[in-house]
Every structure is written in structure tokens, then in C-alpha cells.
């Protein structure tokens, strides 16, 4: 079944797994897990900041906040508000993966946010009021597909 058409438990016992695989293989021996992933307790119960800090900090040097998608890449609003907060300490990158494609990208935060100006839609989820921009994947370069593509 795909994942968009999953119950919302199920989403949540995988989201983020594939792409989180991804960028281990790419990134692992230089990363170490920064955010939350699936805590013991309900997210909710933590102050935004905390609840959106980026997944990964990559050989001391950087954020990475981390996100899989099949067709079409939205990003939560709230999202990058919060890692515009975390780009105070070290940068920001985002790493996108594909599934569709099986393929992954990275853009820094503020090239992102260039993005978000000229080529996103804004949108908002069915089941809340949470805002996303909203992004055709071809806008975004570097894709690769190999693990060796990547320089150190």
C-alpha cells in the first residue's frame, strides 16, 4: 500500500525511515542523531523549538534536517521556522529523498529559502491547519543516487 495512503499509525511507525537509511549510508560515519525520532513520549509535550530541531549534526560542523517524499516535496512551514532558529549555532542543510526515484538532494537553508520565494506553492494539510510549501522536485539540483557521488 502506498504511504500516503496508509493510517496515520502506520505512516508514523516508518516515517522518515527510508530517507533517514539514505542519508546514514551517505553520511553515517561522520553523523551523529540530533533530534527526536519517535520518542517514548507524545512530541507534542515539547516546546516547538525542540520538537523541530533538525535530525542530524554532521562532523560538528552542520545541521542536517532530513526528509523522504514520493512526488511532491512539502515542507512544513513550522518547519523551517524553527531551523531558521537552529541556523544561529551551525548551518542548516536540508537532505531530500525520493523514494519515486530513489535518488536524494541537499540545499542550504538560505538557498531554500530562495526557493520557497519564487517557485513554491503554499498549501495546507487535510487534516490541520499546519502550512507547507510546496515544491516540484525538478527545482532542486545535485541529485545523485549513488552513495560514491558524494566528496567528503
Known amino acids: 500500500m502506498s504511504f500516503h495512503k496508509q493510517t496515520w499509525p502506520q505512516r508514523l511507525n ?4 527510508q530517507a533517514e537509511g539514505i542519508y546514514e549510508t551517505v553520511y553515517g560515519e561522520t553523523s551523529e ?4 525520532n519517535r520518542p517514548c513520549f507524545p512530541i507534542t509535550r515539547l516546546p516547538h523549538l525542540l520538537r523541530c530541531a533538525p535530525d542530524y549534526i554532521e562532523d560538528g560542523k552542520r ?3 532530513v526528509q523522504g517524499f514520493s512526488t511532491a ?20 542543510d536540508l537532505f531530500f529523498y525520493s523514494s519515486t526515484k530513489d535518488d536524494w538532494c541537499e540545499i542550504r537553508l538560505p538557498d531554500f529559502m530562495k526557493l520557497t520565494a519564487t517557485v513554491a506553492t503554499l498549501g495546507s494539510y487535510a487534516d490541520g491547519d499546519k502550512p507547507y510549501f510546496r515544491f516540484t522536485p525538478s527545482v532542486l539540483t545535485g541529485w545523485a543516487s549513488e552513495v560514491a557521488e558524494v566528496a567528503p
Open 63 to 65: 545541521f542536517v534536517e
Open 14 to 17: 516508518q516515517m522518515g525511515d
Open 33 to 36: 542523531r540530533f533530534g527526536f
Open 73 to 92: 516535496l512539502k515542507v512544513k512551514v513550522e518547519k523551517i521556522a524553527a531551523l531558521h532558529h537552529w541556523a544561529q549555532y551551525l548551518p542548516v
